[in-house]
Nanobody, 123 residues
Framework: QVQLVESGGGLVQAGGSLRLSCAAS????????IGWFRQAPGKEREFVGR????????SYSDSVKGRFTISRDNAKNTVYLTINSLKPEDTAVYYC????????????????WGQGTQVTVSS
């Protein structure tokens, strides 16, 4: 079983960059696709992007495409979310989650979740 812990969030000025980490424990890390989600106060949790099991294929939502980059290092059991050109609307709690589905984008398809890390972008 995989345990996920997010880190790297904080307060950043608009236009800046931030790298979030999703550290996993467990021997079956490479068996899961890793997705990133975010949830702003009073809003529904939304899909941000995902990485394939191997890590050579990524997919992003239209709202973040071009600014967000997901990378995966199976040797370190870590998936990263690099956010560039941060905007105030990026402010949210960011979660990583694991799914055995290679194409999952819906939160319901992710069985394992981290506790989230807060990203706050000031204008």
């Amino acid at each position: 079983q995989v345990q996920l812990v997010e880190s790297g969030g904080g307060l950043v000025q608009a236009g800046g960059s931030l790298r979030l980490s999703c550290a996993a424990s467990g021997r079956t890390f490479s068996s899961y696709a890793i997705g990133w989600f975010r949830q702003a106060p009073g809003k529904e949790r939304e899909f941000v992007g995902r990485s394939s099991r191997v890590g050579d294929s990524t997919s992003y939502s239209d709202s973040v495409k071009g600014r967000f980059t997901i990378s995966r290092d199976n040797a370190k059991n870590t998936v990263y979310l690099t956010i560039n050109s941060l905007k105030p609307e990026d402010t949210a709690v960011y979660y990583c989650a694991a799914s055995m589905s290679p194409v999952a984008t819906a939160p319901e398809l992710y069985a394992l979740w981290g506790q989230g890390t807060q990203v706050t972008v000031s204008s």
